[in-house]
């Protein structure tokens, strides 16, 4: 249980560190997110728990396959918050597309013969 606990306790703090950075400089706060770092955390813990290295392979080309859809968010969210839309329609508005993106992109890869 206490690996559970660390797990959440050290990504909450990722996540914190992230949006305190942004309120200083949103570059660094970018960069930051911009990291695998949860893919990385994910990793590992994937393989500590398992010790299987081709479910860390599985889980790497599949990440890899659905980063794709999800610059759907980062492109269309400033792109409407600069166009005059409110943050909540906005944000609203980029998570109903990137959903619908990945939905997309699960659909399809399998008819391309890519496994998910």
Do not use: N
Not at 18 to 28: P, V, Y
Not at 34 to 53: H, N, R
């Amino acid at each position: 249980m206490w690996t559970l606990t660390f797990k959440a306790l050290l990504s909450a703090v990722l996540i914190v560190a992230i949006a305190e950075l942004g309120k200083r400089s949103s570059f660094w706060a970018a960069a930051l997110a911009s990291l695998p770092l949860t893919s990385l955390l994910a990793f590992v813990w994937l393989y500590l728990d398992t010790g299987d290295t081709e479910k860390v392979a599985a889980t790497a080309g599949s990440i890899f396959w659905l980063v794709i859809p999800s610059l759907l968010l980062f492109v269309l969210l400033p792109w409407l918050l600069r166009s005059g839309w409110g943050f909540w329609p906005a944000l609203l508005l980029s998570c109903v597309a990137t959903a619908l993106a990945y939905a997309l992109m699960v659909w399809l890869l399998p008819r391309l013969g890519i496994m998910l």
